[in-house]
């Protein structure tokens, strides 16, 4: 069933029956007791003296086994729903139930310049220009940073990255830092944004992903990052990034089981350094799969939906991925495989749907995928919506007034609901004729046309220049 909550916010979703309600309760009984008869490593001691002092057993120095009664505990007081807001203090994003958002992903080692199809490394201007085109995109609800620049200090890239996200968009942000210090000179420049500290709180414009090493195995940094956003009541996006076949079974029923015993983890001490700590869950595929054919891990199996399945089931806003290729080039298999996963995570209800404009596995992005994901956002979009069946739209006076020799181009009818129906941006409609003589382009060239004249003409809300300072202040100090 669609989720139709929140005046329209969000793409709805559906309760796509992946799995039963029993199999989800075994999968968190399973995490459980993983958490528990195993026991989750945990690589800084305020993490392991918190989950001590609520009752978890320790040992072996940093081998921490925590009980249900923890686990559960810090379920029940954990937000169902987290609001992420734009630049301009309203609520954009009312992340939970089975409502969609859909937008790019982070950190990509290469982009195909939409330009000369060239395959390159990325610079701060491609931030910036990816930024951009997501502003201007209807159907991107929120932005990362796509690449990972390579024409500054690699060190302190995150925070160009950030620099660039909060001055060429209003839309809400999804950012990654690499080490505990970025993540707070993220916050920095997005409390300078938003007004102060107070401000962020009370309309959080970002959202930090975390990775932790594995579902057993939890990073300093990862699980700095968690507590310090915890203290400051800010979201954060806390995944633990097994590999199945590598640091976790093969089995995606194992893979997430494992997985999400880091998740809850991870969950728990959110609530023990903060209760009502935002904190959102992965609903992404099971583990990034290690292909046993190739040795790349896969963003596109069809192996899907299973932990976000679990997210639903218990309760907590979700973080897919969608809109990705294995590919090497926005091509026919990048086409299909954005549409096919686009579609199912909808269907599935994940809430927070990322890496729009993935190509080869995480590797390289394209603005081209992206206005193609984009457009293919907005077709599920006028499928998912709900359909009136009334008076007005059965139009049976019309019917009758018009007979079987009727014309029903020139009513007024017609002339009210034409727009109502669904009309493509980039896709071809035209007829042969009339796509020749618009020069016979395909859709990589009319993608590239129109990104040309997005970056051209799209008008941007600019922030004040002292704002502007402020934040290239921080990306200073930083270095």
């Given amino acids: 069933m669609a989720d139709t909550n929140q005046e329209g916010k969000g793409t709805p979703g559906f309760c796509f029956p992946r799995l039963s309600e029993k199999q989800c309760r075994r999968l968190y009984e399973a995490s459980l007791e993983i958490l528990e008869r195993v026991g989750v490593r945990l690589y800084l001691e305020e993490a392991v003296e918190l989950l001590k002092k609520a009752g978890a057993r320790v040992t072996d120095g940093n081998l921490v086994h925590v009980s249900s009664k923890i686990v559960e505990k810090a379920l029940q007081t954990a937000p169902k729903e987290v609001v992420l807001y734009d630049r301009n203090g309203r609520p954009a994003m009312p992340v939970g139930g089975y409502r969609c958002f859909y937008g790019p992903g982070s950190d990509c080692l290469n982009i195909i310049d939409h330009r000369s199809g060239e395959r390159r490394k990325p610079v701060v201007r491609d931030i910036e220009e990816g930024v951009i085109l997501c502003d201007a995109l209807a159907h991107i609800d929120y932005v990362m940073s796509m690449v990972l620049p390579s024409d500054v200090d690699g060190t302190i890239a995150d925070r160009y990255q950030m620099e660039a996200m909060l001055s060429y968009t ?173 579609v199912v995570e909808t269907l599935a209800g994940g809430n927070i749907i990322h890496d729009l404009g993935y190509l080869e596995s995480g590797l390289t992005y394209s603005f081209t995928q992206l206005v193609l994901c984009d457009e293919i956002v907005s077709w599920i979009k006028a499928f998912t919506r709900d359909f009136e069946v009334n008076e007005e739209t059965l139009a049976l006076d019309v019917i009758a007034q018009l007979g079987p020799d009727g014309d029903f181009l020139n009513t007024d009818h017609t002339l009210n609901h034409f727009r109502e129906r669904w009309y493509p941006t980039h896709f071809e409609r035209a007829n042969y004729d009339s796509w020749l003589e618009k020069g016979g382009k395909n859709f990589t060239q009319r993608a590239t046309e129109a990104i040309d004249r997005i970056l051209a003409d799209h008008k941007l809300e600019l922030l004040p220049a002292q704002t502007k300072a402020k934040l290239h202040e921080i990306v200073q100090k930083a270095k």
Wanted: contains cysteine.
């Fill in 170 to 342: 209003t839309k809400p942000i999804i950012y990654v830092t690499y080490e505990t210090e970025g993540c707070r000179d993220a916050v920095k420049m997005a409390q300078v944004v938003m007004g102060g500290a107070d401000a962020l709180k009370k309309t959080p414009l970002i959202a930090c992903y975390i990775n932790a090493v594995s579902g057993l195995r939890h990073n300093k940094d990862a699980l700095e990052k968690l507590l310090f956003l915890a203290s400051e009541n800010l979201p954060s996006l806390y995944i633990p990034a097994s590999t199945a076949a590598i640091t976790s079974p093969v089995t995606p029923a194992g893979t997430v089981a494992l997985d999400y015993a880091g998740v809850l983890v991870g969950l728990t001490l959110s609530q023990l350094k903060n209760e009502g700590a935002p904190v959102i869950v992965p609903g992404m595929p099971p583990g990034s799969t290690f292909d046993m054919k190739t040795f790349v891990l896969s963003y596109c199996e069809p192996e899907r939906t299973i932990t976000q399945a679990l997210g639903h089931y218990l309760g907590f806003p979700a973080f897919a991925i969608a809109g990705a290729s294995e590919s090497k080039t926005a091509d026919s298999q990048a086409a299909a495989e954005a549409a096919l996963s686009l």
